[in-house]
């Protein structure tokens, strides 16, 4: 296994497609090394007209929940475009054929989805993503993942790193870069969130996020990220200690951090109706009430851990959602 999660890190360094198998497993993108590490040939295999070439990983990682200009012309679903409803009705199968067991619940506003990523052949803990999936395109998409397993462990959030504030969803890539936008499979979605997860899993394994990243602010630089690392900044294709950490070791500690909490406000956590449902998935919560709206993020301050700080956080969400990309 830590030969697999080494390979895929280096071809996410490389910035490289990864390849994204049924049940979310993630192999590097070459028919070689696939073979070597023999989940191909196993039933983990995909249809190959249906998902060509994977993960679909742009390196744009750190980003997510844009509003201004989250639809560029073009795209899949304009702003106020009709609902994705009838389309997403369609794709449940494909999404239970790409991500075998997903439960699916359908509400007025959209679909919550229960699916399982096991992000290596026969893995130790397997990751589960909570998705909502809005089908008015005033709304965003929102996911949030946990560890699972080994039996009679309590699922484990996944985060804070590239988690949105402040909710804690998973923050893979930005929605204004054309990545994924509404309208497009939910089963690419799903394959970008389980590579999001095999970084963190890398992570894990190397004590380093493997490949390009957004940490627009000093302070996330200085707690979170390692000098062999590609850098948050604009200079992202450059790592951290050759880049930005000479100059952000000269920054005040107390200033920086003062500036980052005034900026994106507390600490990343998921809600707790989500971390409640992930342990009894029987009734999930009502979609609209956790899914943010173009129209200001009326219901993010509901998860504020410091409500004085409401005027920042609703201008910081404007400008995206995850505090990694925030300057
Ligand atoms: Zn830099």
Redesign the pocket.
Known sequence: MRELVREVGQQLDLNLEVRVLNSGIVLPHDVEAQKKHGAKEQSYGRSEQKRPAAAAWTGTEGREGTTNGAWPAGTTAPLFGPSCEALYREQIGEITEAYPGTKVWVQPDGLWLLSESLLVPMPARRVVFLTGIPFSPVRFPRSWGFWVGPPLTAPKWIGPRHTNFPDGSVCAFDHSDGTWRLGKPIVDLLDLYTVWAFRHLHLQVFGRWPGRQVAHHPYE?LTELSGDEY??????D?L?GE???D?DNTLNAFEVFVSFYVEMGGVRRPPPVVTEFIQNPTNPPPLADLLPSVFGFLKAPRFSAAPILLPFMNHSLRKGGCRSQLK
Do not use: A, I, Q, V
């Not at 850098?231 to 992202?236: A, K, P």
């Open positions: 630089r850098c948050g900044c604009d200079n992202s450059k951290y880049c930005c950490r100059k």
